[in-house]
């Protein structure tokens, strides 16, 4: 069994940067892809990024393009989310997931194992 913790959410004001954390116990973290989805008041949980298992396969959901990095070091069994310049709109909770096969996917159910999430506000 894979357990997940996410770090570093916060209160931002708009055009800040936050790094989130997402460390992974057990040995087959470096075998498995990552993704991070949000979800805000009201809404659906949406996919935000997701990276294969040795970083060589990357997606971005359009929102987030060109601000949002995802990365990983599998040493450390953890997958980052640098986040910056941050919008109101970035608001939600973010939670970090896993999926027991090497490639990404923008798809929720397709991920086998979720964090408990951490909160991030954008204040403008």
């Known amino acids: 069994q894979v357990q997940l913790v996410e770090s570093g959410g916060g209160l931002v004001q708009a055009g800040g940067s936050l790094r989130l954390a997402c460390l992974a116990s057990g040995s087959a973290f470096s075998g498995y892809a990552a993704g991070w989805f949000r979800q805000a008041p009201g809404k659906e949980r949406e996919f935000v990024a997701a990276?294969?298992?040795?970083?060589?396969?990357?997606y971005y959901a359009d929102p987030v393009k060109g601000r949002f990095t995802i990365s990983r070091v599998n040493a450390k069994n953890t997958v980052y989310l640098q986040m910056n310049s941050l919008k109101p709109e970035d608001s939600a909770v973010y939670y970090c997931?896993?999926?027991?096969?090497?490639?990404?996917?923008?798809?929720?159910?397709?991920?086998?194992?979720w964090g408990q999430g951490t909160q991030v506000t954008v204040s403008s």
């Open positions: 990276i294969s298992w040795n970083g060589g396969s990357i």
């Open positions: 997931a896993l999926r027991k096969v090497a490639g990404p996917t923008r798809s929720a159910p397709r991920y086998d194992y």
